[in-house]
């Protein structure tokens, strides 16, 4: 397990840094002039090496400044870059084990269409220094693994799983580690030679890559599988790829009684969906800090919505100039009925009295 | 004299069009080079700080002193004009940096960053030039209009505006506290305040703290001169900030409204409002920078929430739209703004004229 990297943060300089006295900004502005990894205001990371894994993926090493607490195998961390001004936010999988503390690996796809991935491997380079949020996540090793593994993954589905094997086999695992793993074609084995370095250096492990394009048996069915893994039910699986992928593992685990023995991760970017007929949706807003959940009617100001199911929600105007009841949504789309503009990134801020919810949204506020 | 013509509806619609469609022009066209200019303008302003803290280190020295006062001058009049005014209004929300953050964003000012959003960007800004519901005109003190009732107190009130353009920041810091509340026979009891106002008075101490000890007491020997010169760019800045402010909305022309013409308004109404209560004046590059771009008023008043730098490029497009629809666009250089100004101050420290618009029964 790692142990927080940057003890000044909690120590008496964080605290003196972060006094109401202080100017935190200004002073992180001046320290940020010397180093930027040094910024109070956010944690930093300098990019180290990018290195190309496949035809379309990427791994960035980064070095994480001052704030960064650490992570732990299978977690993904917040990657902010700002594409013309504006500022996006992804989570990416470490593909790293979780010893790295402040330099770890992320590893990235890049998708079709898609703003963030797109932009790392377009612009990202040795040097270069980006924003980072906190690590996160629950797809992490449990706290006793069992003597039996299976690691069954799918395309980049294969990052966080990487990150928990490496943190086994450098704990020194002795247990039996199957590792099964999906790729479109050979070429897209991301991680692939450093995964066989691996295997050759413990014989614990045993990998098979399967690929789409050659053939019946590089689907995931559930007699490939117990074919493959005849005990597989009885291994603590770790899985993780794109949805559809997992739903259909799911549903082998569940139907061979073995759901308890599975731990997973969705992966990929969320689909959204955006119905416009004009007339908005009938939608559920989650409210992140309340733990609660209400209703919006189609059409209907999120003010109006949170105010109908008995929240208070800051405001002044009520037209959309004054600001006043600015917050953060998380993720969901809505659209601004003035304007009609649209807002579907996850991480933005928008004004409550002039949104209407397209999708479902959770707020912040 | 306001010399805007009367439209009708259909013409208030067309107006609200296309006003809307200029500003969609410039949300389209928001992008790195915004980020750039308020990255730079921040970055002028930290090193316009910084080294006139360093030059008042010396004392009371008749190159540095004069040099810090300047830079110190500079920079908390670029913070609180061009970028704190700025970023609260949510200009640079649309970029999504935290530390450009309209509701957490806090400003080198005595006044908190929360009043000053409630006051202003609500208040002010929703219900502009509004008799007893915009507290900016006049800000209870100064009688700029013949419909604000005149009492004897009234006859001092060119005083109060140099007091008041002294003390500038403690004014905007007070405004929400409303402080009447507290006097006279029905006044609500001083615990109150007292809870009501820990925000405002933490801000004040940490201000006070910043400019009064800290600095000074950074500069050992030199204590004096640097707390003078930091007083010096404090009031610097009050006069500065007032100035500008005080050419917004009360030079001649710019008229204002009751609450009942305005109670059932359009946003074409509302433009239209914004545009006939708000002034602008000319000036080099340089100006309209430190003044936050209030340089353009109107254009500030129609569009809050766009980037201030880009209202230089609407102006010629919104007094286009107001020769064609028959509507003024108060605009002249800063010292006649100001001396219209004056004129009011002046003038409505009398009794009477007779009021413009139907009073209120």
């Known amino acids: ?365 | 004299m306001n010399t805007s013509r009367t439209l009708n509806r259909d013409e208030v619609a067309a107006l609200q069009a296309e006003l809307d469609q200029v500003r969609a022009e410039v949300v389209a066209d928001l992008g790195d080079k915004d980020a750039r200019y308020i990255r730079r303008v921040i970055r002028v302003q930290r090193y316009s700080a910084l080294a006139g803290r360093i030059a008042l280190f010396f004392g009371f020295n008749p190159i540095t002193w004069p040099l810090g006062v300047f830079m110190l001058s500079v920079a908390k009049i670029l913070e609180n004009m061009e970028i704190g005014h700025n970023v609260m209004h949510g200009q640079y929300d649309w970029m999504h940096d935290p530390k450009l953050n309209s509701q957490t964003y806090e400003w080198d000012n005595v006044g908190t960053s929360d009043d000053w959003r409630h006051t202003h960007n609500y208040k002010h800004h929703t219900y502009t030039n509004i008799l007893g519901k915009d507290e900016d005109l006049g800000y209870d003190v100064i009688r700029i209009t013949p419909e604000q009732r005149w009492t004897p107190a009234t006859l001092f009130q060119p005083l109060y505006a140099l007091t008041l353009g002294t003390l500038f920041q403690w004014g905007v810091a007070i405004q929400n506290l409303r402080l009447g509340r507290y006097f006279g026979k029905r006044r609500k009891p001083l615990s109150e305040l007292s809870e009501r106002g820990a925000p405002a008075g933490r801000k004040m101490l940490r201000q006070l703290f910043k400019d009064y000890l800290f600095f000074p007491l950074l500069s050992g020997p030199n204590f004096l001169g640097t707390l003078a010169g930091n007083l010096v760019a404090n009031v610097v800045r009050n006069l500065w900030t007032w100035a500008i402010i005080f050419c917004g909305h009360f030079p001649a022309g710019a008229r204002v409204y009751t609450q009942q013409e305005t109670a059932n308004e359009t946003r074409g109404d509302w433009y239209l409002r914004q545009l006939n209560g708000s002034a602008n004046f000319s000036g080099a590059t340089w100006f309209h920078i430190m003044s936050g771009h209030l340089s353009h008023q109107i254009e500030h008043h129609m569009f809050p929430d766009i980037p201030a730098h880009r209202y230089r490029e609407m102006a010629p497009k919104v007094q286009d739209i107001c020769e064609r629809y028959g509507q003024q666009y108060n605009t002249a250089s800063f010292p006649h703004q100001f001396a219209t100004v004056w004129g009011k101050i002046l003038r409505y420290s009398l009794p009477g004229p007779e009021p413009r618009l139907p009073q209120p029964a």
Request: proline residues 4%; glycine residues 10%; charged residues 25%.
């Open chain 1, 1 to 365: 397990m790692s142990a927080p990297m940057n003890t000044t943060e909690h120590g008496w300089l964080g605290r003196l840094v972060r006094h109401p006295l202080v100017d935190t900004p200004a002073l992180s502005f001046y320290l940020e002039e010397i180093n930027p990894l040094w910024s109070l205001t956010e944690t930093r990371a300098r990019v180290e090496r990018v290195v190309d894994e496949t035809h379309d993926t990427r791994s960035f090493h980064l070095k994480a400044g001052r704030g960064w607490n650490g992570f732990r195998a299978g977690q993904h961390v917040g990657i902010h870059v700002e594409i013309d001004g504006v500022r996006y936010q992804r989570r990416y999988s470490f593909s790293c084990a979780e010893s790295a503390g402040n330099r770890f690996r992320i590893t990235v796809k890049r998708v079709p269409g898609g703003r963030v991935s797109n932009w790392l491997h377009d612009h990202v380079k040795a040097g270069d220094v980006i924003t980072v949020s906190p690590a996160s996540g629950d797809f992490v090793l449990d706290q006793e693994v069992p003597k039996k593994l299976l690691l069954l993954s799918a395309g980049s589905g294969i990052t966080p799983v990487a990150s928990l094997l490496h943190t086994l086999l450098e704990g020194g695992y002795d247990g039996n580690i199957r590792f099964v793993h999906y790729a479109r074609t050979s070429r897209d084995l991301i991680l692939g030679d450093e995964l066989r370095e691996l295997a050759r250096n413990h014989p614990n492990l045993e990998i098979t890559n399967l690929c789409a394009d050659e053939g019946e048996q590089g689907q995931i069915s559930a007699g490939a599988i117990s074919k493959l893994v005849p005990d597989f039910g009885e291994r603590l699986t770790y899985l993780c790829g794109p949805a559809g992928f997992m739903e259909i593992a799911r549903e082998i685990w569940q139907k061979s009684g073995s759901s308890d023995h599975l731990r997973f991760e969705y992966f990929g970017s969320p689909t959204v969906r955006i119905e416009n007929d004009g007339n908005g949706v009938d939608a559920t807003v989650r409210l992140a800090k309340q733990q609660a959940s209400v209703n919006a009617a189609a059409g209907s100001t999120l003010l109006e919505a949170l105010e109908e199911a008995g929240q208070e929600p800051k405001y002044g105007c009520r037209i959309g100039i004054c600001q006043s009841c600015r917050c953060r949504k998380n993720s969901g789309v809505v659209r601004n009925l003035v304007t009609g503009e649209v807002s579907a990134e996850p991480q933005q801020e928008i004004q409550l009295c002039i949104s209407a919810a397209e999708s479902e949204v959770e707020l912040e506020f």
